[in-house]
């Protein structure tokens, strides 16, 4: 079955990187539309980013526009979050999901299977 599995999530200071991994299997990786979205705490889970089985960004949130990158590695089966100048409000659980069902990139209703979350605290 289709498995997501992130990493590379931890405790940061402000304006501080990380880079996230979502390693995937049981599919066939390139055909898919993979997402990025995060969860505040107290908060309702949000987009973050979107990218094609080709590896062009198709969506971006207003609020990481410059600052992060998404990515993929399809030989790798592997989606990238790529996060520079971070702030205290990118803390959050981050999670992968695979795009399955048409519509909006940033609607997580959209998207099928989804990773168990990797914590990313940004102190200030």
């Known amino acids: 079955q289709v498995q997501l599995v992130e990493s590379g999530g931890g405790l940061v200071q402000t304006g501080g990187s990380l880079r996230l991994s979502c390693a995937a299997s049981?599919?066939?990786?390139?055909?898919?539309?993979m997402g990025w979205f995060r969860q505040p705490p107290g908060k309702g889970r949000e987009s973050v980013a979107a990218i094609s089985g080709s590896g062009r960004t198709l969506y971006s949130s207003d609020s990481v526009k410059g600052r992060f990158t998404i990515s993929r590695d399809n030989a790798e089966n592997t989606v990238y979050l790529q996060m520079n100048s971070l702030k205290p409000e990118d803390t959050g659980t981050y999670y992968c999901?695979?795009?399955?069902?048409?519509?909006?990139?940033?609607?997580?209703?959209?998207?099928?299977?989804w990773g168990q979350g990797t914590q990313v605290t940004v102190s200030s």
């Open positions: 049981g599919l066939t990786f390139s055909n898919y539309i």
């Open positions: 999901a695979r795009k399955f069902y048409s519509g909006d990139y940033s609607d997580p209703r959209n998207f099928d299977y």
